[in-house]
């Protein structure tokens, strides 16, 4: 059973910058796609970002130019780079992975940022 355990959400200011985590415990055979979504409070869940086997990634627009997806295998690790951030950046994270050796999606529990302005 693959499990995801989000990490690296916290309060920074405006401008500022994290990097979260989300880990992978248990065996991931073969990874089709890593994708990163946030909620924000009284908002629906909205896809930041996807990773697609082959090379293509793609941003939401609100993001693009400040936050960077990538990947460790040796750990396998997602991680998602969240530079000059804004306010309208508050929200739950959650990662996302779909392994179609598998054919599951996997969620992690999700974490917390807060930009304050």
């Known amino acids: 059973q693959v499990q995801l355990v989000e990490s690296g959400g916290g309060l920074v200011q405006a401008g500022g910058s994290l990097r979260l985590s989300c880990a992978a415990s248990g065996r991931l055979l073969s990874i089709a796609a890593m994708r990163w979504y946030r909620q924000a409070p009284g908002k629906q869940r909205e896809l930041v970002v996807q990773?697609?086997?082959?090379?293509?990634?793609l941003y939401d627009d609100s993001v693009k130019g400040r936050f960077t997806i990538s990947r460790d295998n040796a750990k396998n690790t997602v991680y998602l780079q969240m530079n000059s951030l804004k306010p309208e950046d508050t929200a739950v994270y959650y990662c996302?992975?779909?392994?179609?050796?598998?054919?599951?999606?996997?969620w992690g529990k999700g974490t917390l940022v807060t930009v304050s302005s």
């Open positions: 996302n992975i779909y392994d179609d050796s598998y054919g599951a999606e996997y």
């Open positions: 990773s697609i086997r082959g090379g293509t990634t």
